[in-house]
């Protein structure tokens, strides 16, 4: 795992806040199965679904990528049958943009979703 630190604030007297790549990559994560409509992340962007992965494991399945000042993420999940991809990874987006924004005060540029698989099993 990339242990890059993001640099989010310095002030003279107080010190510095860095983030991890790995801690933006749980918020968005934890953000995204929260979303109904997802079954799971899938851990890694080569589409093995045999790895449907639960909470323990909320950084896999999300790539971080930090260019200056924005986050750019991609997200790699299983849907629930019978839901409109269209609807859930709108909302996905959506979800991940602001939990990030708001836990981290980072600038989110893109949410990038692979739709990876679809649950059939309920």
Same mark, same amino acid.
Request: net charge negative; hydrophobic share 50%; glycine share 10%.
């Given at each position: 795992?990339?242990?890059?630190?993001?640099? &989010?604030?310095?002030?003279?007297?107080?010190?510095?806040?860095?983030?991890?790549?790995?801690?933006?990559?749980?918020?968005?994560?934890?953000?995204?199965?929260?979303?109904?409509?997802?079954?799971?992340?899938?851990?890694?962007?080569?589409?093995?679904?045999?790895?449907?992965?639960?909470?323990?494991?909320?950084?896999?399945?999300?790539?971080?990528?930090?260019?200056?000042?924005? #986050?750019?993420?991609?997200?790699?999940? &299983?849907?629930?049958?019978?839901?409109?991809?269209?609807? #859930?990874?709108?909302?996905?987006?959506?979800? #991940?943009?602001?939990?990030?924004?708001?836990?981290?005060?980072?600038?989110?540029?893109?949410?990038?979703?692979?739709?990876?698989? #679809?649950?059939?099993?309920?």
């Amino acid at each position: 795992m990339d242990r890059q630190l993001f640099k &989010i604030h310095e002030a003279k007297d107080i010190g510095a806040v860095h983030i991890a790549d790995e801690v933006i990559a749980i918020i968005a994560g934890m953000a995204a199965t929260e979303v109904e409509g997802i079954a799971g992340m899938v851990g890694n962007f080569t589409g093995d679904l045999g790895e449907l992965l639960g909470r323990k494991n909320l950084s896999k399945g999300v790539n971080v990528i930090v260019n200056e000042d924005v #986050v750019n993420l991609e997200i790699a999940c &299983i849907v629930e049958y019978g839901i409109s991809l269209v609807e #859930v990874t709108k909302n996905v987006q959506e979800k #991940v943009k602001i939990a990030v924004e708001t836990m981290t005060g980072l600038e989110v540029n893109e949410v990038n979703i692979k739709v990876a698989g #679809v649950d059939v099993e309920k």
